[in-house]
């Protein structure tokens, strides 16, 4: 299914509508593709009560930070960079306002947080030489971008420079967190890790 398909169901009259910034349709298709999709839309939201929980059950300095970084993220995109580039999303689109006006999707806040956290674990488990669990954050890069394109949530160009924008944003959190906690042990990242892979693969077998 392609972004013609989903512009032409809207013009039939299929019901559609956005919960969390994620387009469902009516009647709902139940076959894998479309279905994971909109599963993997509701991750981002999934992140943050993972990481807090994580955060406070385990004293782990970094999944406090790895939520920082997601409610950092999330505020540029809303406040700076969306204004900025100014781009509607797709027309086959729910994401509206209350006049029927599509929102803005360049970059997309799914793809831009989910990338910024990816790339930032990514560099650290470079870092101690970990290459299974980089491999595994490589492997997970294109899920979200898939996910809104294919949903007709954005368009190609607008998840590709989210991924861009979010791997910049990645490494740039990881010197800040160098720089913040010089002395922290790197066993402990395991603990926010493990957080945020259980929810992707969680998804990932739904």
């Given at each position: 299914?392609?972004?013609?398909?989903?512009?032409?169901?809207?013009?039939?009259?299929?019901?559609?509508?956005?919960?969390?910034?994620?387009?469902?349709?009516?009647?709902?298709?139940?076959?894998?593709?479309?279905?994971?999709?909109?599963?993997?839309?509701?991750?981002?939201?999934?992140?943050?009560?993972?990481?807090?929980?994580?955060?406070?059950?385990?004293?782990?300095?970094?999944?406090?930070?790895?939520?920082?970084?997601?409610?950092?993220?999330?505020?540029?995109?809303?406040?700076?960079l969306k204004p900025f580039f100014d781009e509607p999303r797709p027309?086959?689109?729910?994401?509206?306002?209350?006049?029927?006006?599509?929102?803005?999707?360049?970059?997309?806040?799914?793809?831009?947080?989910?990338?910024?956290?990816?790339?930032?674990?990514?560099?650290?488990?470079?870092?101690?030489?970990?290459?299974?669990?980089?491999?595994?954050?490589?492997?997970?890069?294109?899920?979200?971008?898939?996910?809104?394109?294919?949903?007709?949530?954005?368009?190609?160009?607008?998840?590709?420079?989210?991924?861009?924008?979010?791997?910049?944003?990645?490494?740039?959190?990881?010197?800040?967190?160098?720089?913040?906690?010089?002395?922290?042990?790197?066993?402990?990242?395991?603990?926010?890790?493990?957080?945020?892979?259980?929810?992707?693969?969680?998804?990932?077998?739904?």
């Amino acid at each position: 299914m392609d972004t013609v398909d989903l512009e032409s169901q809207s013009s039939k009259g299929h019901d559609h509508f956005a919960v969390g910034q994620v387009t469902i349709r009516l009647p709902l298709e139940l076959r894998p593709l479309p279905l994971l999709a909109i599963l993997l839309g509701f991750v981002p939201w999934a992140l943050p009560l993972l990481l807090l929980s994580d955060a406070l059950l385990e004293r782990s300095a970094l999944s406090l930070f790895a939520l920082g970084v997601l409610a950092l993220t999330s505020v540029v995109n809303e406040f700076v960079l969306k204004p900025f580039f100014d781009e509607p999303r797709p027309e086959a689109s729910a994401c509206r306002d209350a006049h029927g006006k599509l929102l803005p999707g360049m970059p997309s806040g799914h793809v831009l947080t989910c990338q910024s956290l990816l790339a930032f674990f990514f560099i650290l488990n470079l870092r101690e030489h970990i290459a299974i669990v980089a491999l595994v954050l490589v492997l997970l890069m294109p899920a979200m971008p898939w996910a809104r394109w294919y949903n007709g949530d954005h368009s190609c160009k607008q998840v590709v420079v989210s991924v861009i924008v979010g791997t910049v944003l990645g490494a740039a959190y990881y010197l800040v967190y160098g720089i913040m906690f010089p002395e922290m042990p790197d066993p402990a990242a395991h603990h926010a890790l493990h957080a945020l892979l259980s929810s992707m693969s969680a998804v990932s077998r739904s």
